[in-house]
């Protein structure tokens, strides 16, 4: 029952946190490497550095990175939806995924994790598991992990103020099929007191 | 070392991540009511339907959220930033900043915590901690929490697609003093197989 003017979201509550910025997550294990959309994902603490992500315990990529340890966060453009919503709904479980859909990753990371370099994302963190709680949901893990590393592109991000906003467009998901970007350069006014 | 074309984000690694929709957090204890800014926030699991939220320990909201183990997750428009940033730079804990920064609340909710009214937001959240977690970090809680009601504004939300892309724009946090919006619908085409 919601307030006048409102309507109850029902079973697509979590909606009403969208959109987000949409990532790829990439892992390797035993040789075998894969990857998936994740928008549940955000930082966590500054100090000591660390994420949270919220991933499916049934996926593939899951599996990897519950057995090495690490895997990187890759942030894409907008153009990027179609390479994304294939990474969403194909499971690399019995297809090769990296293959299916044209991408190309480097093992050049501190972790040595794979990071995504076809499509070239704009934003890669690397990530090693804190902690994985697997007793906060049902279906979903919930992982903490440490930030090894975090680079931009250099021509889209700078170290005070983080993106260009202007000038990058980063991919979010909003629901299904459907995403969006950011749009335009808002700055609060200072509050007098 | 970053990668070539990549510049290294240094203590800025989490502006990668973002920009990132921000909330508006209401909590209140003891007839006392207070808000907070934050946008790392996000779903958690479907079902049961839960989030979690990285919440300052320090932060006087925090405080409230600690005690009462209930709050509201209020999303705004892009048109409030103003409120949002003030929201986010106020502490609470010596000055009334309901009264400050001219908000008005109700508590008409499934839970009682307050929710905000005036600005209005476009959505709300009502949330009851399932879990504090307090040693993830070193000056941040993770909280878990059941999401018990959600709910939108009926002509930017609907219960298939959540928000209508084209028409809300939800306030969304770049760094600083800087925000952003979503920009425009890009649907992913079909995956053929």
Do not use: C, Q
């Not at 035993?30 to 990857?35: E, L, R």
């Not at 990175?65 to 479980?93: C, M, P, Q, W």
């Not at 293959?99 to 990071?115: F, Q």
């Amino acid at each position: 029952m919601a307030p006048r003017g409102y309507i109850d979201a029902g079973t697509k509550w979590y909606y009403i946190l969208h959109p987000r910025p949409v990532y790829i997550i990439l892992a390797e294990h035993a040789g075998s490497a894969n990857f998936m959309a994740a928008s549940w994902v955000m930082p966590f603490s500054e100090e000591p550095p660390r994420i949270v992500a919220a991933l499916e315990k049934e996926a593939y990529t899951t599996e990897l990175i519950k057995e090495s340890a690490i895997f990187t966060v890759n942030v894409l453009g907008v153009e990027h939806i179609d390479f994304i919503y294939g990474a969403g709904t194909i499971s690399g479980r019995e297809v090769d995924k990296l293959s299916i859909l044209g991408a190309e990753v480097s093992r050049d990371t501190i972790t040595g994790a794979p990071r995504l370099t076809k499509p070239r994302p704009i934003g890669v963190v690397e990530a090693k598991i804190h902690r994985l709680l697997d007793e906060l949901a049902g279906d979903v893990y919930l992982v903490v992990a440490d930030v090894v590393a975090a680079y931009a592109d250099e021509s889209l991000f700078n170290t005070r103020y983080g993106w260009e906003i202007r000038k990058a467009k980063i991919a979010m998901h909003s629901a299904g099929r459907a995403f969006t970007t950011n749009n335009g350069l808002y700055v609060a006014r200072r509050k007098r007191s």
